[in-house]
Nanobody, 123 residues
Framework: VQLQAYGGGLVQAGGSLRLSCAAS????????MGWFRQAPGKEREFVAG????????DYADSVKGRFTISRDNAKNTLYLQMNSQKPEDTAVYYC?????????????????WGQGTLVTVSS
């Protein structure tokens, strides 16, 4: 599975962005998917995850209620809708495909990673 994340950019605090992750390969629809982010000088952290069917989602406490993860298996695309953004959301965002049909909060459970897209939230 090859992944390409896009949709990042500069947004003011309180604004919204939608990230997309285009996947190639026939196994996208069988895999759990996740979004992670890495801010300058910090460790990469889990943001949101979704099961293969989209029936189960999971969010980090820091984004719960503001971000929404979704997927369109017919289009082989993963999304992250980010609302009410804060300066602390500034980071490079990565999409990842899990080794199983479930998502996970652990990086080691993901077999494939996209290249990342930068999101900058100004105050």
């Amino acid at each position: 599975v090859q992944l390409q994340a896009y949709g990042g950019g500069l947004v003011q605090a309180g604004g919204s962005l939608r990230l997309s992750c285009a996947a190639s390969g026939r196994t996208f629809s069988n895999r759990g998917m996740g979004w992670f982010r890495q801010a300058p000088g910090k460790e990469r952290e889990f943001v949101a995850g979704i099961s293969w069917s989209g029936g189960t989602t999971d969010y980090a406490d820091s984004v719960k209620g503001r971000f929404t993860i979704s997927r369109d298996n017919a289009k082989n695309t993963l999304y992250l809708q980010m609302n009410s953004q804060k300066p602390e959301d500034t980071a490079v965002y990565y999409c990842a495909a899990a080794s199983s049909g479930l998502s996970s909060r652990l990086s080691r459970d993901y077999a494939y990673w996209g290249q990342g897209t930068l999101v900058t939230v100004s105050s």
